[in-house]
Structures are given as C-alpha cells and as structure tokens.
C-alpha cells in the first residue's frame, strides 16, 4: 500500500518532525568517523529547508541503554551535519520538555534543529505512548526517514505517528521501499539471490521466502558448508551448524522441487587456520584437517556467468573471510561481476555494502540499502513497524 510522500506535504511555516538514522561511527576524539548516513538524510533534508520547514530532526546514536551516557551525545553529529549542510545547525540538551518545546517554537522557516539522543529516555525502546505523544507535541507533521530502525517499534519510528495528523516517507525511505519491493514484487526476471555470512539460523526466514522469488539461488560464505554436509560432502573444519543441517537439506528439496537454480561452491580456497596463510590452497575436495575461508577461481567463473545471465540481483553477506585480504578474492571478483553486469543491483547488510567498498564499486550498485536488519526483515517479507505506522495515501 502507498504510504504519504514527503512530496504530498505543504510544509512552509510547519514544525516538520524528521526521524534520520544518524547512529554513525565516531573515533576516540568522538568526531564522525563515516557520515554515509548523515549523507543519505540530506536529500530529505534540504528539500525541506529549501521549501520553508522548520527542521526537528531526532535520532539514536549507541546503546545507552535508556541512560545519559556523555560520549554519544548528538553534538559531533551537529557538527558534522552542519558542515555538509553550510548552515547553522540548532541543538537542544533534550529531545522533549519544555525547553525543546520553546526552541521548537522560536525556530524560523528553513532552520534546522537537532535533539538530543532519544535513546537516552528508556521510554523510547519501550514504545512509551506518553513519550511518544511529547515527541508528537512538537510537529505539525512527521515524516520517517530512518529506514534502518523501521524494524523496531519505538517511540520515534512507531508510536509517534499516532499522534500526528500526517506520517509521512522521506525520500530514503521510499528509495528502499521501492527497490527492495522491486526485489520481492516486480523484478525484472531472471532474478537472482545471492546469500552469504557465516550462519544459516539467522537467514532461514529470509532464504524461505526468496524461495518463492527468485529464479537462480547462490549461498556462500560459512553458511554453505551446512548445505554442502546436507549433500553429503566432506567440509573438513569449515564452519558447520549441524543443528541446522535438515533445514538445509529442506531448502535444497524446495529449490529443486521449484525449479530453482541452486549454486554451491565447487572449489574451495583452504588453510588449516585463518591466521595460517603459509599454507593456503585452493581445492576441490577439502581436506580433513583445514577450513575452508572463500570460494575458488572455478566457483568465482560459475557465479559470475549467472550474475551476468540475471536481469535483478539480489545481494546479501560476504562470500568468504573477505576482511582478511588471502580469503578476499571470492567476495570481491562477485561485487565486481555485479556492478560491471548493469543489471538492476540491490545490496543489502553492513558487511556486503563494506565489500563493496574495498572492492571500489559502490558507485556501480543501483540501490545499496541502508538498513541491513531492516532490509533482511523486509526481504523476508515481514510488515516494518516504521513503514506501516506512516499515513496512507
């Protein structure tokens, strides 16, 4: 269902309410270490200074756990925000009560305002309908733009938008709706999965739905020497979840019974230890007493001829032990076949979109998600507090 548009509001002279993911790293000196988020907020951002809102934005940054904690306040982010901006960004000491209301209140068209952590009330985690309603109090409209918290139902993505008369999607937000909805709902077909990391338990849900998406399916990384020993094959010490090893086995009946392509390495880069790399081999049948820690140049071939046969492609988790530079090979040659395939690419997860980067293609990807437990539950096809909350059109 369609959800209001930042582009559906009136918003000159209006308090707008903006919930950004600007949970960025920072280093020892607690300056912005990478603002790719605060980055990706700017659109949404200055589209409202420049048609005459007054700017509220609020965010989490860190676990404090529903504390004060003074090394994950709001203000390097300010600081960082302001200078990619070039404008003078507002702070408040809090992010409800009377002294934000009155700032709030005191604001100009086309100024910006940002709280201070809403995490720093434990009401927020907890949903709390007060607190929810004191963050309402201070917009005439909502709008979330913080696609990478819209899993948890919280006081600033969820509860809030109770409150308000209009909830409306930033423009990050309909930008992941729209191509991760692309994935599940139109993609242009072939369509392809590829799903590595270290663990099957943690991606059942979401291998079980693309199951009834996608046209070709390839596991790597950890995960795929639990399919492997579901096929009988010997994994010598590479990672096993032999609890999971009939859900493998069931995934691989249902893909076939489906008509599914289904890869699985066929050739193994090998060591007896991670750190061992005066022993590193590549392999075909993996030895007893080694592991295996990225896929082979055989394999590398195979997976590339599909992502290039495919229309959309779908992309989430390393194919190997890629922060190490030996076991990176596998991962790297697979974002380089994505990007150079000018298909329809969609990436999603922390450690995919770093892949990304070491392999110098992100500018190639055609959506990089920004929110990876958000964008596994979506692909998974769960309903997200944070988008279901907003308004209908």
Known sequence: MAKLSLKDLAVKGKQVLVRVDFNVPQDENLNVRDDTRIREALVTIKFLIEHGARVILISHLGRPDGKI?????????????????????????????????????????????????????????????????????????????????????????EGVAKFVK??????????????????LHEPARPILAIIGGAKISSKIDLLNNLLNKVDS????????????????????KSLLEAD??????DILEKAKSKGIKFLLPVDHVVAS???????????????????????????????????????????????????TDIFAKGTIAIAKAIAESGNVSVVGGGDSVSALKKA?????????????????????GKELPGIAALTDK
């Not at 404008?87 to 604001?107: N, Q, R």
């Not at 596991?219 to 010598?236: D, R, V």
């Not at 022993?279 to 080694?290: A, C, G, N, R």
């Open 69 to 157: 904690v003074e090394k994950m306040r709001m203000a390097p982010v300010a600081k960082k925000l302001q200078e990619l901006l070039g404008k003078p960004v507002l702070t408040a000491k809090d992010c409800i009560g009377p002294e934000v209301k009155k700032i709030a209140a005191s604001m100009k068209d086309g100024e910006v305002l940002l709280l201070e952590n809403v995490r720093f009330h434990p009401e927020e985690e907890e949903n709390d309908p007060g607190f929810a309603k004191q963050l309402a109090e201070l917009c005439d409209i909502y709008v979330n733009d913080a696609f990478g918290t819209a899993h948890r139902a919280h006081a600033s993505t």
């Open 166 to 183: 209009q909830a409306a999607a930033g423009f990050l937000m309909e930008k992941e709706i729209k191509y991760l909805g692309m994935v």
């Open 217 to 236: 399916l390839i596991i790597g990384g950890g995960m795929a020497y639990t399919f492997m020993k579901a096929q009988g094959k010997g994994i010598g």
């Open 360 to 380: 110098g293609v992100k500018a190639k990807i055609t959506h990089i998600s920004t929110g990876g437990g958000a964008s596994l539950e979506f692909i998974e």
């Open 273 to 323: 230890s991670k750190d061992a790399v005066s022993d590193v081999k590549v392999v075909v049948d993996i030895p007893d007493d080694m592991t295996a820690f990225d896929i082979g140049p055989e394999t590398i071939s195979a997976f590339a001829k599909v992502v290039k046969e495919s229309k959309t492609i779908f992309w989430n988790g390393p194919l190997g032990l890629f922060e």
């Open 244 to 249: 999971k090893v009939g859900v493998a086995k």
